[in-house]
């Protein structure tokens, strides 16, 4: 199954950023905080991205999320990954 990741927006809405590997999805799992078992949205801001590129993420992951993320300080979104057939 496909998995695709969706960018949260304010309001409740969603768009579909693209598709991600399985190795991908490992490397959101593995850096990023979840709250539970079941958590699979995450917050992106350039801080994450920085730690995620040193941590050695995938480029084409992070060129993915790098334009969701806005230019001011302390700007950043909600990712959530889902496995979609």
Same mark, same amino acid.
């Given at each position: ?8 927006? !304010? ?14 999805? *490992?490397? $959101?799992? !593995?850096? $990023?905080?979840? #709250? !539970? +078992? ?6 992106? !801001? *350039? ?6 590129? #040193? #941590?050695? *993420? ?12 806005? #230019?001011? +300080?302390? *700007?950043?979104? +909600?990712? +959530? ?5």
């Amino acid at each position: 199954m496909p998995i695709r990741l969706y960018c949260k927006k !304010d309001g409740g809405a969603e768009a579909l950023v693209g598709t991600i590997t399985e190795a991908q999805r *490992a490397v $959101l799992i !593995d850096l $990023l905080e979840e #709250e !539970d +078992e079941e958590d699979q949205d995450y917050f992106i !801001d *350039a801080d994450v991205l920085e730690f995620m590129e #040193e #941590e050695g *993420a995938d480029a084409a992951l992070l060129a993915m999320l790098r334009p969701l993320v806005g #230019e001011d +300080e302390g *700007a950043g979104v +909600e990712v +959530e990954w889902r496995e979609e057939p």
